[in-house]
């Protein structure tokens, strides 16, 4: 911890326990308010197994159901919120035979996004019991924005990862 205020630093305590302090007087803790101040000015540069952002970005674009604008608009949100990338698009997890659209490995999170083709009572159905087994068998959490709901508001979870 580092405490930089206007006024000099205390003196240090003489006598025992003190010896591994002795060099204390000869830091100055105001050089570093600099160094520390461009540090709250910075940004992180994250990058997913040797890709920059960019390139996760285009590999998980390239990797969308071709049938599927709303998976790319929701990918690109994701991007332009600066939110972390997923790991993968259309991975199998063959434990629940699921393939979600994204997934965040680590973070145990399967994301659906559901767009008109989901609609039907039906496919509805099917996708439930997709997802229910992906609940039981694993320990993916399921996220599912569907095209016809606020899905930017759901998409605010992954604003903490």
């Known amino acids: 911890m580092c405490k930089v205020s206007p006024s000099p630093p ?15 007087a000869l830091i ?13 000015e910075s940004s992180v540069i994250t990058q ?5 952002r960019d390139q996760q970005y285009q590999k998980l ?6 049938n599927s ?15 972390k990338l997923p790991d993968a698009g259309q991975k199998l997890i063959p434990e629940a035979n699921c393939k979600p659209d ?5 973070e145990a999170i ?7 083709v989901h609609d039907s009572p039906d496919k509805r ?17 399921v996220l599912t924005l569907r095209h016809d709901e606020d899905w930017g508001a759901k998409l605010e979870i992954l604003g903490t990862l």
């Open 69 to 83: 604008d709303f998976e790319r608009v929701v990918l690109q949100e994701i991007y332009q919120r600066g939110y």
């Open 102 to 106: 994204f997934v965040y490995e680590q």
């Open 48 to 52: 997913t197994k040797g890709l920059s």
């Open 61 to 66: 674009l390239q990797q969308t159901d071709p």
């Open 28 to 40: 100055n803790r105001h050089l570093i308010k600099p160094w520390l101040d461009l540090l709250l």
């Open 110 to 116: 399967a994301l659906f996004c559901d767009g008109s």
């Open 125 to 141: 159905r099917q996708d439930q019991i997709e997802r229910d087994n992906l609940r039981y068998n694993t320990d993916y959490t």
């Open 10 to 24: 205390a003196p240090l305590p003489q006598g025992e326990g003190s010896q591994r302090f002795s060099d204390h």
